[in-house]
C-alpha cells in the first residue's frame, strides 16, 4: 500500500477481499464510502505520552531502504529506541548482501555475501555510533543451512574475532527461505548501546 493524497492505496491493484475489508473496518482504516485512509500524523490515536522515542537507522552510503526497492517492502533497515532511563536498543532488521541501488551483490558466493551482509550491519550500527561490542543477539537465516553453515561458521568466527568480541553475542542459526532466491545469508542484530554513547 501507497500513500497517495491522505488516502492508502494497493499498489498491486488487487480488489480487497471482503475478509480484508472487514478487518479493514474493524481497524478503522476504511472511511464511509469504504475507501482506504492514512494513519493520522503523530501515529494511531490514543498512543501514549510514555512511549519510549524511537527512530529509524539507515547508512544509504551502503544500502538502501526497503521501500526503494522495484517491488518496495514495508519495513525499516532498523530502529533505534532510547528509553527514559537513557539506554538505547538498536534493533537491525534482517540485513543481506544488498548494495546501495538495492541489488543483490555476490550471486551465488556465499562467503562473499556472508562478508558484505556484515558489513552493511557494520555500517548501520556506525551511523548510530555503535558497533560490534554493542551487539548481545544475531539472528542468522541461510538458505542451505546444511551446505552453508561451516563456511558461515568459518567467516562469523574469523568477523567476530577481527571485532575483539568477548563474550561472543547470542545468536541463532536458521534455514530459511530468503525473500529473493539470489540472498544466501541474512542476518537480524540486537545491540544495547550504553547510555550517553552519541546518536
Known sequence: MTLE??????????PLSDGELEELKLLGLLDEDGQLLAIPEGGSPGRSAHSVSRRQISNEGVLNEAFDYDK???FSRGLRINLRSGT??????????IGDDG??????????????????ITELLRAEGANWQDIVR???YLRDIERDYDDFNEVRTQF???????PLPASTGI?????????LV?????????SGKPA
Not at 160 to 166: M, P
Not at 175 to 183: K, V
Request: hydrophobic share 30%.
Open 103 to 120: 541489488e543483490t551483490l555476490y550471486k551465488g558466493d556465499f562467503r562473499a555475501q556472508c562478508w558484505r551482509t556484515f558489513r552493511n
Open 186 to 194: 541474512e542476518i537480524e542484530a540486537i545491540a544495547i548501546v550504553e
Open 5 to 14: 493524497n491522505n488516502r492508502l492505496t494497493t499498489r498491486t491493484r488487487k
Open 175 to 183: 534455514q530459511a527461505r530468503l525473500c529473493r532466491e539470489d540472498l
Open 160 to 166: 567476530f574475532h577481527s571485532q575483539g568480541l568477548s
Open 88 to 97: 538505547t536498543f538498536l534493533y537491525i532488521s534482517g540485513t543481506a548482501s
Open 72 to 74: 518496495p517492502s514495508s
Open 138 to 140: 544475531t539472528t542468522c
